[in-house]
């Protein structure tokens, strides 16, 4: 495993375990737990997951030091507000049972995002959360942020696979050093990725399967990862992308995979918009 070190001096895991949509409590504690004893110490999920409470049984049950992991959660839009945020952080961290968060997010930049951070800005000087940072800030929004706010934002969690690479966004995240960190880094299945023929052949050369490539891809641009899945060998799968390294013909091979836009949600349209502020709503 090897870390990254976030423009407060943190360190970060560059690989964790994702839980999104592994709603069914026994289920997500279950993976939460096994995904600790192979080797994750990154768990990222959100208060939009409904699954903070199993995380946090599985945190409590796994035998592995509170400080030696790294957990994250996320602002849902509902409470993107200053005093929406001290109420949703406090939730969280009860549904996780945690005295602390190592790392808080924004998930959408919608709602009255600049007060939440106000208010994640407050906790994070009070030492209740280690890094805060944000979710799904493309380039012009991020560069806003950043002008604005005191604190800068010490990650961006976008969507980033061979299929939407944004060298645009990740060139503007090194220039605040905002540490990028990818979420559907298999594009949700999509394009085949699993059996890619330009991935699998790349994977042949070193034992590998396309899925170990698409991560291994990413985290030599720098960009943490948060793979998910419920299957145990499938996570030490994943896990296992860190004794080998792609060479620039082989990157200059996935380049061209990109399609410059995602195919899995659109921000930019305005029904997405309003389903995110009516989704989850309290």
Known sequence: MEYTILNNGVKMPMEGFGVFQVRDP???QQAVRDAIDVGYRLIDTAA???????????IRDCGVAREDLFITTKLWVADSSYEGAKRAFED?????????LDLYLLHQPMGDYYGAWRALEEL????????????????????????TVEIVPAVNQV?????FQQPNALTLMKEYEVQPEAWG????GKHGIFTHPVLTEIGAKYGKSAAQVALRWNVQRGVAVIPKSTHRARMEQNLDIWDFSLTDEELAAIAPLDIGHSEIV?????????????????
């Open 92 to 100: 969280s961290c009860r549904k996780l049972g945690l005295e602390y």
């Open 185 to 188: 880094p298999f594009a949700e």
């Open 124 to 147: 994070y000087k009070e030492g209740r959360i280690r890094a805060i940072g944000v979710c799904n800030f493309y380039p012009h929004v991020l560069a806003d942020f950043c002008e």
């Open 159 to 163: 969507e980033l696979h061979p299929f």
């Open 48 to 58: 939009s997951y409904g699954n903070e409470e199993a995380v946090g049984a599985a």
């Open 266 to 282: 659109d921000h930019f349209d305005p029904n997405f918009v309003r389903a995110l502020h009516g989704r989850f709503a309290r």
């Open 26 to 28: 026994a289920v997500c």
